[in-house]
């Protein structure tokens, strides 16, 4: 049996991340013990899922940039990317949204 794993997608030079339901779930399940450590309200998964896209969005940003992608071979990266997307979510994130309206 062949297992399962997130995929790194590129098209016309958009890098993608396919994950799992399971990694997401993962995800939810650090997030939620961590809100909980700190007395922090949870949020509802599919609130969630829009956090945990951004942060592999963030995150393979960072990496194109840091040129991470010249380390490691582009199967390693859907692994790394989401273990930096749990590394992160164990410590307090503070995300804004740009909404255009600057003060």
């Known amino acids: 049996?062949?297992?399962k794993e997130a995929a790194l997608c590129c098209l016309n030079n958009i890098i993608m991340l396919l994950y799992?339901?399971?990694?997401l779930d993962n995800a939810y399940q650090i997030d939620c013990k961590e809100r909980a450590k700190k007395e922090k309200p949870w949020i509802k998964r599919e609130k969630f899922r829009n956090l945990y896209e951004d942060l592999i969005e963030l995150y393979l940003q960072k990496a194109a940039e840091d040129r991470v992608f010249i380390d490691i071979s582009l199967e390693e990266v859907p692994e790394w990317v989401i273990g930096e997307v749990e590394k992160t979510l164990q410590n307090e994130i503070l995300l804004t949204r740009d909404t255009g309206n600057e003060q």
Do not use: I, P
Request: glycine share 0%.
């Open 1 to 3: 049996m062949q297992k």
């Open 20 to 23: 799992l339901e399971e990694d």
